[in-house]
């Protein structure tokens, strides 16, 4: 074969390349939805999949790029995807046509990844009975149950921070609050000390870390999956079980077996499991494996620590900027205290409306799950629009985008609670905050979360003023590499006792 014969065959490759990347590149031009031109291979994502940017902010780009849209059109290498922006479409998808939407649409693979069969990626199918009978570990009664176990959690987070103060440097306050929740959903969840506070080795933060650390490894595997989810399959005949699945299988399968032979009980979520593998008939036909037993709490440790300990860090970072701010909610602390003695309980919490406004806020500004994804269950179309589209077309709702135009929260950059009173909130439209969600898919756990979360900060800032220190990250960088919302350096801060005379 001549030169001119070779190269004639390389054009021919990459013109079927080019034509199998491309060729459905008018799709949302031809439904009369606008969006930016996406090039070969990447689509419109190539920051975000080469890691220069965070998939929250490059939506908030598209999102203000196309200010008067209500749906804009991107690709996800050559998926197109909808970007829905309407809060009354959003309300029609999360909650009066959830059943044409209730796919998150995340690849779950029982023999790839086993754990991945967990609530928060689940079809249908399996999701919705799962949710019916895991969703009463976390009504309002359970989480009082639950209470003195978070509490007790909380005092030793001050007691960690009292021996790192020993040290006279300032604080990384992710790793601390992280440590703080992993014990949390430990006692809570698993009717197990975690001991991350108190154990420098312990096991179950090393698997924390493992997971959300951003390192080649775990984005390489989540790059494959997305893009190549047949060889991602392929690769799992070949490497073995990674050690998050063996740790966390052995955990909850042994822990269960333990309860059963010595008869203990606690109504905890692990009970929770238990019932359903004595009663598999419960949940339909569903195939109750250990895997898919595992997943479940999987996912309950897994999302329990990282969004609780992440906005908790996120607020002490505010709270060390925003000193006023700072100096109310402890007032009122104090205030909480003063009216009833030492014993903080669940109505005490319940009682502050700063610190329920504070809370808010950061959750406004930092929403740790940054867009929602769902996946059309059926052909669908948008009210008062003309877009019809069919089964498995792929939507996202930009939160973060959502939560800092300032057309809805006017000078989105600032921290201020007061978004958060009574008047405030009846002049936005509820689908303008949405950071556990909306409609029957949302956050399970998020009176969970709520209440780890006041708890930790409520004994932090009755005893410990938060400062900015020269390693404090100003202005606040956001991490490329994660799929939650991340500072790039972590949050440094000094803490500092308060003397009570």
């Not at 595992?294 to 002490?316: D, I, K, P, R």
């Not at 014993?343 to 740790?368: A, G, I, Q």
Request: aromatic share 12%; charged share 25%.
């Amino acid at each position: 074969m001549g030169p001119f014969e070779i190269l004639c065959g390389i054009a021919a490759i990459l013109l079927a390349a080019y034509y199998y990347f491309t060729s459905n590149y008018d799709f949302w031009k031809s439904r009369g939805i606008r969006g930016p031109k996406p090039i070969p291979i990447f689509g419109n994502v190539k920051d975000v999949m080469l890691n220069k940017k965070f998939a929250g902010e490059y939506l908030m780009e598209i999102y203000n790029e196309y200010k008067n849209e209500s749906m804009i059109g991107i690709f996800t290498r050559k998926t197109p995807v909808l970007i829905v922006k309407d809060p009354d479409l959003i309300k029609d998808i999360l909650i009066k046509d959830f059943s044409k939407f209730a796919d998150r649409g995340f690849p779950v693979s029982e023999k790839a990844d086993p754990l991945s069969q967990h609530l928060f990626a689940l079809e249908p199918k399996r999701w919705r009975p799962l949710r019916i009978k895991l969703s009463p570990v976390f009504t309002s009664g359970k989480l009082k149950e639950m209470f003195s176990l978070i509490s007790e959690c909380a005092d030793h987070l001050e007691q960690y921070i009292e021996k790192l103060m020993s040290k006279n440097e300032p604080i990384e306050c992710r790793e601390v609050t992280a440590k703080y929740t992993t014990d949390v959903i430990g006692t809570c969840a698993f009717g197990i000390e975690m001991n991350a506070l108190s154990d420098e080795d312990s096991e179950f933060r090393r698997m924390g870390r493992m997971i959300f650390t951003p390192t080649w490894q775990n984005i390489l595997r989540l790059r494959i999956r997305q893009a190549l989810p047949w060889l991602f399959e392929m690769l799992s005949y070949i490497l073995p079980q990674s050690q998050i699945k063996q740790f966390f299988t052995c955990v909850v399968i042994e822990t269960m077996n333990y309860r059963e032979t010595n008869n203990v009980i606690r109504h905890d979520f692990i009970d929770m499991l238990r019932e359903l593998k004595k009663n598999p008939d419960k949940v339909g036909d569903i195939k109750l494996t250990e895997s898919l037993i595992a997943a479940q709490a999987f996912v309950f440790f897994l999302a329990g620590f990282e969004t609780s300990s992440t906005t908790m860090s996120h607020a002490l970072y505010e709270l060390a900027l925003n000193q006023q701010i700072q100096d109310k909610l402890r007032e009122e602390i104090e205030q909480e205290y003063t009216k009833h003695g030492s014993n903080l309980t669940y109505e005490n919490v319940k009682e502050m409306n700063y610190l329920d406004k504070v809370f808010k806020e950061t959750l406004r500004k930092y929403p740790p799950v940054t867009f929602l994804m769902r996946r059309s269950t059926s052909s669908y179309t948008f009210d008062g629009t003309t877009l019809d589209i069919t089964k498995n077309q792929k939507i996202w709702i930009p939160i973060f985008a959502i939560h800092r135009d300032p057309d809805i929260y006017p000078k989105p950059d600032t921290f201020d609670p007061e978004r958060f009173n009574d008047e405030a909130i009846q002049t936005r439209h509820p689908m303008h905050y949405l950071p556990f969600g909306d409609g029957p898919r949302n956050c399970i756990g998020a009176r969970f979360a709520v209440y780890q979360t006041k708890i930790g900060l409520i004994k932090m800032l009755r005893n410990y003023k938060v400062e900015v220190c020269d390693k404090t990250q100003i202005p606040y960088i956001i991490e490329p590499k994660t799929f939650l919302l991340a500072p790039k350096d972590g949050i440094h801060l000094s803490i500092i006792k308060i003397n009570r005379t």
